[in-house]
């Protein structure tokens, strides 16, 4: 059984950007591949993937690593899964490939913006959020942390996150996605 500490710092020592995610039970993927590595750890339930018409079915405590460009498909077990996983990327991420995984994660995507020099006081979502700027700059502050994001640049801010925002002179124009990351497991 790996330990889920270990497992985080191992990511983050090999490029990897962290995410906690989980999906609904039963949920099929059927043969895809991704422009990312992934590096997963089941934290509960279990994920069935098939590669080379072989399934392998990885429940709590195991892990398992999708190359990029590999073939597979996905098939989420009956209580749902959830996970700590890893993507790194070989090349800059895209604003094709943002909004596909944004999808491909069950997130809502929305195009939008703010216009220039606009402020939103300290809050917090009861939903995750993943944003890529596309035009203009936006500074998120997070624990006493100021951060500028410019065309390009992405950032995600978890369900219960203080922050603040302010848009840039020139306005901000986005892609957001959002999404409800209720427990899948109990």
């Known amino acids: 059984m790996m330990d889920q500490s270990k497992f985080d710092a191992d990511l983050r020592s090999d490029g990897f950007r962290v995410l906690n995610g989980s999906q609904k039970p039963n949920k099929v993927s059927p043969n895809h591949c991704h422009e990312f590595d992934a590096r997963v750890l089941v934290l509960g339930g279990e994920i069935t993937i098939t590669r080379d018409n ?12 999708v190359p990029a460009g590999c073939m597979h498909a996905e098939h989420v077990g009956p209580e749902g899964v959830a996970v700590l996983s890893g993507l ?24 939008g913006g703010q216009q220039p020099c606009f402020v939103e006081e300290l809050h917090a979502h009861d939903f995750d959020v993943r944003i890529m700027v596309l035009s203009g700059e936006t500074t998120v502050t997070r624990d006493n942390k100021a ?18 925002t302010k848009v840039g002179p020139e306005g901000v124009a986005y892609i957001v996605g959002k999404v409800c990351r209720q427990a899948a497991i109990s």
């Not at 790194?88 to 195009?111: C, D, Y």
């Open 54 to 65: 072989t399934p392998v079915t990885f429940r709590t405590g195991q892990c398992f690593e």
């Open 88 to 111: 790194r990327r070989k090349g800059p991420l895209t604003r094709e490939a943002f909004e596909s995984e944004l999808r491909r994660e069950g997130f809502e995507v929305v195009h």
């Open 147 to 164: 951060v500028t994001f410019r065309a390009g640049d992405h950032c995600e801010i978890l369900a219960g996150c203080q922050h603040t």
